[in-house]
């Protein structure tokens, strides 16, 4: 069973029982093992190659050195020939006979070192998915884990408190009314003060002695005088 | 990142955050440490964070299965997945008999990545419940 279908089928089986586990936390913590063993294989499987891949590059090396010994002694043999000394050219023959044996079989070694490279480093790969995989999996095992564990922790602080979620629409609504008088209020403060600053100028206007004035006792005064008449 | 250090953040930024809300945190003690988030003015909307082992999960609880209209469900589901792509940053799940609106972050997100992440969540919630209405009842 994949592991989706598994997680689906313990949450759908786990919401009649609140709380409940849905892998129990052995296997869970068998699974981790299980990781953690790949990953020593992968770590031995990784100094393994770097072993195989120095022996790959000594034997190269050793390769190139007999090669090059060979076309030296292929020179000395051509020379002693030239001398017409065939004695000396068939004991240096014999030494390039001996060099060629030893290069078959040390470019046999370094073949078998570049394959089993080869083979290490393509069972590092398929390790190293393998582990990503098994770790994908685990986390969402976890996270599934972690949420139920969470949506029960959530449900009973919501009943200890009393309060209970509302209805969707209802909440909306509230919220949408809080906004509402928030936003009337900030319109409101807005009015004011622009209110107020009319209200300031209308007083720099007055003590400039522009725009209306106060009426003053004496101008009252004046007025009921002018009705006496 | 743990629930304490994300609770510390929001609280000392109280009115100097960049997303304009303001976000009140109460953690809720459990098995599994979670942050109630409440956003000023959304208290009816709470979210709810907890740290897992690679990730930050972000839940609200949008409505449950008893407020959807009779014979509306399977539209409403059509509508949800329809806007989950668009949705930014959130996506639909369902815990239970609720459905949720939730986001991930990963365990390296900054502390502004996750102010930001709660204050989509908060709007992407209104948003959904205001657009979703009319299969609700």
């Not at chain 1, 949506?151 to 200890?160: E, H, P």
Request: a negative charge; proline letters at 1%.
């Amino acid at each position: 069973m994949s592991i989706f279908k598994k997680i689906m089928t313990a949450v759908r089986g786990g919401a009649t029982e609140v709380g409940e586990s849905i892998v129990d936390a052995n296997s869970t913590r068998i699974f981790e093992q299980e990781i953690r063993d790949a990953e020593n294989h992968l770590t031995k499987a990784k100094r393994d190659l770097t072993g195989v891949m120095a022996q790959q590059m000594s034997a190269s090396r050793e390769v190139d050195r007999i090669k090059r010994d060979i076309s030296e002694h292929e020179g000395f043999a051509t020379q002693a020939l030239e001398q017409g000394n065939e004695a000396l050219a068939l004991e240096v023959a014999e030494k390039i006979a001996a060099l060629e044996s030893e290069l078959a079989t040390n470019e046999q070694s370094l073949a078998s070192f570049e394959s089993n490279a080869t083979r290490l480093k393509e069972l590092v790969k398929k390790s190293e998915r393998q582990i990503t995989e098994y770790k994908r999996q685990l986390s969402m095992v976890k996270t599934t884990e972690s949420v139920q564990k969470a949506t029960s922790a959530i449900t009973d602080n919501f009943s200890s408190s009393n309060s209970k979620l509302l209805n969707a629409k209802d909440s909306l609504e509230r919220i949408k009314a809080k906004q509402q008088k928030f936003d009337d209020q900030l319109k409101a403060a807005e009015v004011l003060e622009s209110e107020d600053s009319d209200n300031s100028l209308e007083a720099k206007l007055k003590a400039a002695g522009i725009g209306a004035q106060d009426n003053s006792a004496n101008s009252v005064l004046d007025r009921l005088k002018a009705k006496q008449k | 990142m743990n629930i304490h250090k994300i609770a510390d953040h929001l609280n000392t930024l109280a009115d100097n955050s960049d997303t304009g809300l303001v976000f009140d945190c109460q953690p809720i003690s459990g098995e599994v440490d979670v942050l109630q988030i409440s956003v000023i003015g959304r208290e009816e909307l709470p979210i709810f964070v907890s740290v897992t082992d690679d990730q930050i999960l972000c839940i609200t609880y949008l409505w449950g299965e008893d407020e959807v209209k009779p014979g509306s469900l399977a539209e409403m589901h059509t509508s949800m997945l329809e806007m989950n792509i668009p949705m930014p940053l959130s996506s639909f799940s369902k815990i239970g008999d609720k459905y949720v609106i939730f986001g991930a972050l990963s365990m390296s997100s900054s502390f502004h990545d996750i102010e930001h992440e709660l204050a989509v969540l908060s709007n992407n919630a209104l948003e959904v419940i205001d657009d979703m209405g009319e299969y609700l009842v």
